[in-house]
Nanobody, 114 residues
């Protein structure tokens, strides 16, 4: 299983970024795909996930600002982040649970400045 994330960067508060994750090694359309984030010194926390049927779930802190989507043909999962806040600054990881194990992408850094 390989997950390749991209799209992080530096943005001003109130701005937008789009993260994307390419997946391989799994039957992508069958699996829930997730985005997590990790603040320095903290454990990773779930930001959003999308089931194989398209059901979306969001952390309270991002509801209404972030949108997760998937493209089963391109085998990608995206996270559109809008109205970004300084407290959204973190490393973001795409992830999938597959055969009893959670797999992670390499992480992409998002920095929101004032």
């Amino acid at each position: 299983v390989q997950l390749q994330a991209s799209g992080g960067g530096l943005v001003q508060a109130g701005g937008s970024l789009r993260l994307s994750c390419d997946a391989s090694g799994i039957n992508f359309r069958l699996h829930t795909m997730s985005w997590y984030r990790q603040f320095p010194g903290k454990q990773r926390e779930l930001v959003a996930d999308i089931s194989n049927e398209g059901t979306r779930n969001y952390a309270d802190s991002v509801t209404g600002r972030f949108t997760i989507s998937r493209d089963n043909v391109r085998r990608t999962v995206a996270l559109q982040m809008s109205s970004l806040k300084i407290e959204d600054t973190a490393d973001y990881y795409c992830s999938v649970q597959y055969r009893g194990r959670r797999y992670w992408g390499q992480g992409t850094q998002v920095t929101v400045s004032s």
